[in-house]
T-cell receptor, first 116, second 115 residues
């Protein structure tokens, strides 16, 4: 149980285009989802917290107009990287938690974004 | 502000031996959780072990155990009988109950298990 999927697993796009990454909780309802960014050989950095049906809360330094997050249902959150640039190339990981168990996060397998 | 510090960038251990990874943290909160996550080359984050701060007993999960020293704000991970499949990046993480489960990660320690 507690499986989180991400789609796509990897994506290559041209500079200036937008890319959408989906995060789904497959067998549970996720009241809260988190989006992390991970640079090569570095740690995970929290970008934003999204709660179902409300606006995402962004961490300091993360551009909310650049990284659009939508959490429209209890099983789906999306991250859209708008007007992508090469510096946005990174590994993006989502995680999900339930209201019953807020001390445990279930991680997706990640999405590798490469912007040319 | 919360901080998590892992001072060992890389550790090497032979198969069947024991390795200990260090982690120190800082928080002003009283209620919090500490975690060790494993990230193998596949990049999938896997929960290894977790510890509730209010529990004095150290958590164990099979070959993995922690040494939780609350006063010293130290949370080390011991991997016993190391196996080749333990080769991965290991992250220490902190979550406080007032921050909706947000995880603050340390920089990570790369563990390499050699035959």
């Amino acid at each position: 149980g507690a499986v989180v999927s991400q789609h796509p697993s990897r994506v290559i796009c041209k500079s200036g285009t937008s890319v959408k990454i989906e995060c789904r909780s497959l067998d549970f309802q996720a009241t809260t989802m988190f989006w992390y960014r991970q640079f090569p050989k570095k740690s995970l950095m929290l970008m934003a917290t999204s709660n179902e049906g409300s606006k995402a809360t962004y961490e300091q330094g993360v551009e909310k107009d650049k990284f659009l997050i939508n959490h429209a249902s209890l099983t789906l959150s999306t991250l859209t990287v708008t007007s992508a640039h090469p510096e946005d190339s990174s590994f993006y990981i989502c995680s999900a938690q339930t209201w019953q168990n807020t001390d445990t996060q279930y991680f997706g397998p990640g999405t590798r974004l490469t912007v040319l | 502000a919360q901080t998590v510090t892992q001072s060992q960038p890389e550790m090497s251990v032979q198969e069947a031996e024991t390795v200990t990874l260090s982690c120190t943290y800082d928080t002003s909160e009283n209620n919090y959780y500490l975690f060790w996550y494993k990230q193998p080359p596949s990049r999938q984050m896997i929960l290894v072990i977790r510890q509730e701060a209010y529990k004095q007993q150290n958590a164990t999960e099979n070959r993995f155990s922690v040494n939780f020293q609350k006063a010293a704000k130290s949370f080390s991970l011991k991997i016993s009988d190391s196996q080749l499949g333990d080769t991965a990046m290991y992250f220490c993480a902190l979550s406080t109950t007032d921050s909706w489960g947000k995880l603050q990660f340390g920089a990570g320690t790369q563990v390499v298990v050699t035959p």
